[in-house]
């Protein structure tokens, strides 16, 4: 009998190591889907697919989001250089204020710049559109695009404010 409850206990573990191997590889192959944010801009590929663009549009957009990336991807990489430094600067005691200030003002203009793209961007992709495609692009696109930062806490909300 002994031996009975020894062989069903090893099934059971067998069964359970089955079902989290299971549970671990659904995580993994569907985790992408999982950690994008409904909020935030749809990655690239996905655009055609809820305009329901054509062949003829989607090698359009392929063209648009080709230039866009081009002109785009050395303005981002210069926004995270500058920022890196930016945040390197916060170690030193005594930082010349403005040299901050002077750096701030470069960060913004390229965070400007960055942003600007990005509207031409969506503008071009519109452009391609038919006027059904224009009003799903407008209800749908845009509002994902109109990043908002999170709301700054009000004191009321903010627990470290309350220390005796």
């Known amino acids: 009998m002994e031996e009975s409850k020894k062989i069903k206990s090893l099934w059971l573990a067998i069964l359970g190591l089955i079902i989290l191997n299971i549970s671990v590889l659904g995580w993994v192959g569907y985790g992408n889907k999982l ?29 648009i989001k080709n230039q866009h990336f081009q002109i785009v991807k050395p303005v981002r990489e210069h926004i995270r250089m500058m920022k890196a430094k930016l945040w390197e600067d916060v170690k030193n005691d005594a930082p010349n204020d403005s040299l901050l200030k002077a750096q701030i003002a470069l960060l913004g203009n390229e965070i400007q710049m960055n942003e600007y793209e990005i509207f031409k961007h969506l503008q071009d992709i519109r452009k391609i559109c ?30 470290d404010d309350k220390r005796n």
Request: aromatic content about 10%; cysteine-free; overall charge neutral.
């Open 35 to 63: 950690r994008h944010q409904p909020n935030e801009p749809p990655p690239p590929d996905e655009i055609p697919k809820r305009l329901g663009f054509d062949k003829f549009q989607v090698l359009a957009f392929e063209n």
């Open 130 to 159: 038919n006027p059904s495609q224009k009003q799903v692009f407008d209800n749908q696109i845009v509002p994902l695009f109109n990043r908002r930062e999170p709301p700054f806490p009000n004191k009321e909300n903010h627990n």
